[in-house]
């Protein structure tokens, strides 16, 4: 019998103490969740492979990292997530533990049925189903001595990515690289980099920790039992999108009014659609090959989490996120989450503000901080008053290997999928000009501000006084139409907006 009091029935202001007694791992689970860990660690380091081949070949274990809530230091009384991840010497890549991993599930199987009596333990392997794909992990049943409950522990394979990386530094760009060229399904080798997602949550300050347990103990309580059979968000989504609600709301304060926080993590999930987070502790946009990657990832549909560890791994995606929010808005109705004084509620936006690079011909570049979803109007507004603008404004922008947009004063950044930084060129226009984008080779375009009477001659000169090639090396083309000088713009039923394809001549 469920002897923890009802959350919803605990007002905001004794949160703390609910946590304190009913929440937190007392020392006697802590120790049986250790030994647990202890003996199955002592077995694969000392037993499952010892003096035996696999596949022809020695296999040794590099390191074992705890991981889940235990590792985290998020464990729940009398609740156990523990992830026990196996670096072995036969994963040499992300490919060769793609191709062994289901073997060495099999063998390892084999041996702890095999070996059952030497452990002095009752732990028993939970079989998988045969299905299309095969395990990426093996889940053990660990029943404690001094327990009834039994704890549940996950043995997950894995490739040592990161090496003898300190965890003070950032991954080499290279090791994203590699695993965004070898990732067949999103986050397969998340496993790779337990290290960094653990010490994402665990050197975070303990009230923050004690959060994260009330939103688990939440979901665990009042979402997961009612959908048992429903592709739920995994829990690491929840933990992931606390912590940005934490420093969003309270600029990474270690001290706040637990009430206050859990209330931000329910609006959060309530309005779940509007929601896309990351962040760029582990990976960032230097390289080439990350940067384009995530930018993708930031267009996926959302909500999007990416793990902080692993850009592969967009937790936001597939999953029933609608019926959590219809828990979340349940829960905002109670009395855990009535605040004493709503005026101090965390301010959290559904994503963080973006860098936008303000570019403008014959001005000096200047930057200025945006909500993706604001209306662009807002943006010009901004800009107008800092560049002294008097005409029209035509704001534009370009991705990598895409075709210059132009950016609506309706819309929003997110509405482009707009959520990194960007360089934003502003054009100056009259009433009665149009504006054309103008590329050249390198797939570049820059917009420029014409009437549409003018010839394509006058355009060129445009091109010449903005910095670009003098007029006679020139060669424009318009739907793989060369144009000629004397022709007009209107007359060549060129329009707002058009691309035109700048060519020098050799």
Known sequence: MDLTPDLYETTGDRL???????????????????????????????????????????????????????????????????????????????????????????????????????????????????????????????????????????????????????????????????????????????????????????????????????????????VKPQYRK???????????????????????????????????????????????????????????????????????????????????????????????AKEAAYCLQQACCLTEDPSQAWHVQQARDVQVTVKQAGKEDWTLSVDPYSPIRKMKAEIKMRNDICGYQRLSFQEPGGQRQLLGSRQTLAHYGIFSKVNIRVLETSLDEIQVFVKDSSGQSRPYAINPDDTILDLKEVIEEAGGPCVEDQILKFQGRKLKNDQCLEDLEIKDCDTILLIRRS
Not at 119 to 133: D, E, K, Q, T
Not at 137 to 158: E, N
Not at 285 to 300: A, G, P, T, Y
Request: aromatic letters at 12%.
């Open 230 to 324: 429903v592709a739920l968000p995994p829990k690491y989504a929840l933990e992931l999108l606390t912590i940005y609600a934490w420093e969003m709301g309270t600029d990474q304060q270690e001290n706040f009014n637990m009430d206050e926080g859990l209330l931000a993590v329910m609006t959060l999930l309530r309005d779940y659609e509007d929601i896309c987070i990351y962040w760029t502790k582990y990976y960032d946009f230097q390289s080439e090959i990350v940067r384009n990657f995530i930018k993708q990832q930031l267009k996926k549909s959302r909500p999007i989490i990416l793990d902080p560890a692993d850009p592969t791994n967009n937790l936001g995606k597939g999953r029933r996120w609608d019926l959590v």
């Open 16 to 222: 703390d103490a609910f946590l304190e007694h009913s929440l937190q791992p007392q020392g006697d689970w802590k120790e049986e969740m250790q030994d647990a860990w202890q003996r199955v660690e002592r077995f694969f380091q000392n037993l499952c492979f010892r003096d035996l081949l696999v596949l022809d070949e020695e296999v040794r274990v590099l390191k074992v990292v705890k991981g889940g809530s235990l590792g985290k230091g998020t464990t729940l009384n009398h609740s156990s997530d523990l992830d026990m991840v196996l670096f072995l010497s036969c994963f040499t890549s992300f490919q060769k533990q793609a191709s062994l991993r289901g073997f060495i599930i099999d063998f390892i199987e084999k041996r702890f049925d095999h070996c059952s009596e030497s452990l002095a333990y009752n732990i028993a392997v939970v079989h998988h189903r045969p299905g299309p794909r095969e395990p990426r992990s093996l889940t053990l049943q660990v029943h404690p001595r001094k327990s009834s409950d039994v704890i549940r522990m996950d043995v997950v394979l894995a490739f040592d990515a990161l090496g003898s990386l300190c965890l003070d530094s950032k991954p080499a760009p290279e090791i994203y690289e590699d695993l965004i060229k070898s990732c067949s399904h999103p986050g397969e080798f998340s496993p790779s980099f337990t290290v960094l997602q653990r010490d994402f949550v665990k050197r975070r300050p303990i009230k923050l920790k004690n959060l994260l347990r009330l939103v688990k103990f939440w979901y665990l309580k009042y």
